[in-house]
């Protein structure tokens, strides 16, 4: 059900429709399925013949953006400093990047272009935890939020996040923001 439930709001947010959420959060302690749902969704959003083939196979719809800039990263194989720094390094050449602490909305855009900027960030919560400066995990969980908070009104950029719990940051921030959550509390939802 979640996998289907998925599926369809990433259509409803790419296929031209009102609505879709621009976060959508994966929550559940380790080893529950949440990387395997981030796997699905990448290869759905990267298209292909084995993406259509599944999606026939299973009787589901899902239209993608043309072109996405898609950027991937599991944070506890590859931590970063600074979330924005992942994003950067994808939409602007080191003369084009911005000359600030931390972005705003404003120079994302400008980098963005008016493409469509994809997240998929996996184990989240500890890409925050491993930044030792308070101040910088705050910067870093700002900037998750005003990419999310962008995502709920406008389709340039969608972000998928896994979390083991939605009471410890960034879940607790992200939290807040309109979303698709899905939880993996249950055994049968490790299953498949």
Request: aromatic share 6%; with cysteine; hydrophobic share 40%.
């Amino acid at each position: 059900r979640d996998v289907r439930r998925v599926v369809e709001e990433i259509h409803r947010r790419f296929s031209g429709k009102d609505g879709g959420p621009g976060l959508f959060l994966f929550e559940g302690l380790k080893g529950s399925g949440k990387s395997h749902l981030l796997l699905l969704v990448y290869h759905i959003l990267k298209g292909g013949p084995s993406a259509r083939k599944w999606l026939d196979r299973h009787r589901l719809v899902c239209g993608t953006p043309s072109e996405p800039i898609l950027i991937v990263n599991k944070l506890t194989d590859r931590p970063f400093v600074y979330i924005w720094d992942i994003v950067l390094s994808c939409l602007a050449s080191k003369k084009n990047r911005p000359d600030v602490i931390q972005p705003g909305l404003d120079e994302i855009k400008a980098a963005l272009g008016g493409r469509t900027l994809i997240l998929i960030l996996d184990e989240l919560e500890q890409g925050i935890r491993v930044i030792r400066d308070p101040a910088l995990q705050a910067q870093n969980i700002a900037f998750l939020q005003m990419l999310s908070e962008w995502g709920n009104r406008e389709r340039h950029v969608t972000l998928f996040a896994s979390i083991y719990s939605d009471r410890d940051e960034p879940g607790s921030t992200l939290k807040r923001i309109p979303r698709l959550t899905v939880r993996f509390d249950h055994a049968e939802d490790k299953a498949g």
